[in-house]
Each structure stands twice: as structure tokens, then as C-alpha cells.
């Protein structure tokens, strides 16, 4: 079991004394189980000035954009992703949102093609009427 809560409270105080990669993707990492998007996402900014590919950031920044109904900006970061669950699941609803129906489909489908049964892309299809 994930002690999260103790987890980002020992990096909040690494941090303090000095900002390291691995301090930063340890809190990042321990707010995001937390339910704490926004602040994880504030160190997931940090951490792609030096590593702009960093998936798991990537991630957070978009969901936590989709959290705020940015989706455009949400949708820019899923399209930085590499193609797999994060990346589909995420551009299909920003698509289906933003009204992009046949660009949501293909995401849905893509998704359920490697990930068949996928709760989110079924969910996603029905809305779209299929």
C-alpha cells in the first residue's frame, strides 16, 4: 500500500533544500494518487523544462487541463503522447467534446483495437451514437 500523503510531505522537504528531477517526479507522482491534479501538475511543468518528453507529465498537465475545461490545451499535450491508452482515451474525449465526432471515433476505435472492452471508449462511442 502507497503511503502518498508521507511520500509528498519527504519530497516537499527534499525540495526545499535543493530542486532535483527526482524530487520533483516523486511529488508529482505522490499528488497525482492524491487526487491532487493541479499540484501535481505544477511540478509536472517543471519537470518538462528539462525532459519535454516526460510522459507522465504530459499526462498530468493534460488531464489536469481537461480538469479545467481547456481541452483545446488538453488536447495539444494528448497529441504529445506517445500513441497508446493515455493518448487515445484522452484525444477521443477532447474530440468528442470539442465536437471533432469522426476524430473521436478513430481515437475510441484505435483505443479499443489494443485495449478491447475499454469502459472509457465504449462510453465514449455511445455518446457519439454508435
Known amino acids: 500500500v502507497g503511503k502518498?500523503?508521507?511520500?509528498e510531505q519527504c519530497y516537499s522537504l527534499l525540495l526545499k533544500k535543493e530542486i532535483k528531477q527526482e524530487y520533483?517526479?516523486?511529488?508529482?507522482s505522490a499528488d497525482f494518487f492524491?487526487?491532487?491534479l493541479s499540484e501535481a501538475a505544477l511540478d509536472a511543468r517543471e519537470i518538462l523544462k528539462t525532459a519535454p518528453k516526460?510522459?507522465?507529465a504530459l499526462k498530468i498537465i493534460a488531464d489536469d487541463f481537461y480538469a479545467?475545461?481547456?481541452?483545446?490545451?488538453?488536447?495539444?499535450?494528448?497529441?504529445?503522447?506517445p500513441e497508446d491508452l493515455w493518448a487515445w482515451q484522452g484525444k477521443g474525449w477532447c474530440h468528442l467534446v470539442l465536437g471533432n465526432l469522426p476524430l473521436a471515433r478513430k481515437a475510441f476505435q484505435d483505443l479499443l483495437a489494443r485495449y478491447p472492452g475499454n469502459s472509457a471508449?465504449?462510453?465514449?462511442?455511445?455518446?457519439?451514437g454508435e
Do not use: H, N, S
Open 24 to 28: 520533483l517526479r516523486g511529488r508529482m
Open 68 to 81: 479545467l475545461g481547456k481541452f483545446e490545451k488538453a488536447l495539444e499535450c494528448y497529441e504529445k503522447l
Open 4 to 7: 502518498w500523503f508521507e511520500a
Open 34 to 36: 492524491l487526487g491532487r
Open 121 to 128: 471508449a465504449l462510453e465514449g462511442l455511445k455518446r457519439i
Open 54 to 56: 516526460d510522459v507522465l
